[in-house]
C-alpha cells in the first residue's frame, strides 16, 4: 500500500500538467525553428556570400539607381518649391470658393427640386387615398341598403 501512495505522488494531476506544457513548449519551439529557419549551430561561414553573389547584389543595385527617372524628381521638386514661393494662393482659393458656391447653388436648386417632387407625391397619395376612402364608403353604403 504504501507503494501505490508513492505512485500517486508521482503521478499526480499537477505533475502530468506540468510535463505536459513542458512537451508543448518544446514542440512549438521546434516548429518555430523549422518555420523561420532558425539554427543553433549555424557557423559563421555560411552567413557569408560568394564573391559571385555579392557581385550580383552589387550590379543589381548600380541598375536599380540608373533607372531612377533623377531628372523628372528633380523637375518635380523645382514646381513644388515655385508653387509654395509663388503667391498664388489667392488664385487657387478663388477657383475653390467660386467651386464652392456653385455647389451650394446647385445643392439648393436640386433641395427645391426635390421638395417640390415630394410636394406632387404627397398631393398624388392623398387624392388616391382619399379616393379610395370614397370607394369604401360607396360599397358600404351599397352594401347596407341592400340588407
Known amino acids: 500500500m504504501d507503494v501505490q501512495q508513492q505512485w500517486k505522488m508521482r503521478f499526480s494531476f ?3 500538467t506540468v510535463v505536459i506544457c513542458f512537451l508543448n513548449f518544446v514542440a512549438a519551439f521546434f516548429l518555430l525553428q523549422v518555420f523561420f529557419g532558425f ?3 549555424r557557423s559563421p561561414s ?3 556570400l560568394d564573391p559571385a553573389q555579392i557581385k550580383y547584389i552589387l550590379e543589381s543595385e548600380e541598375l536599380r539607381r540608373a533607372m531612377e527617372p533623377l531628372d ?4 518635380i521638386k523645382e ?3 515655385e508653387t509654395n514661393s509663388e503667391p498664388g494662393i489667392e488664385t487657387n482659393q478663388a477657383p475653390k470658393q467660386t467651386a464652392a458656391v456653385d455647389l451650394s447653388k446647385r445643392l439648393k436648386d436640386m433641395r427645391a ?6 410636394q406632387k ?3 398624388e397619395w392623398r387624392k388616391r387615398k382619399m379616393e379610395r376612402a370614397r370607394q369604401r364608403e360607396i360599397e358600404k353604403n ?4 341592400q340588407l
Do not use: K
Open 14 to 16: 499537477r505533475n502530468a
Open 39 to 41: 539554427s543553433l549551430r
Open 46 to 48: 555560411e552567413s557569408h
Open 72 to 75: 523628372l524628381i528633380r523637375r
Open 79 to 81: 514646381i513644388q518649391q
Open 113 to 118: 427640386m426635390n421638395d417640390a417632387n415630394s
Open 121 to 123: 407625391a404627397l398631393e
Open 142 to 145: 351599397g352594401t347596407i341598403s
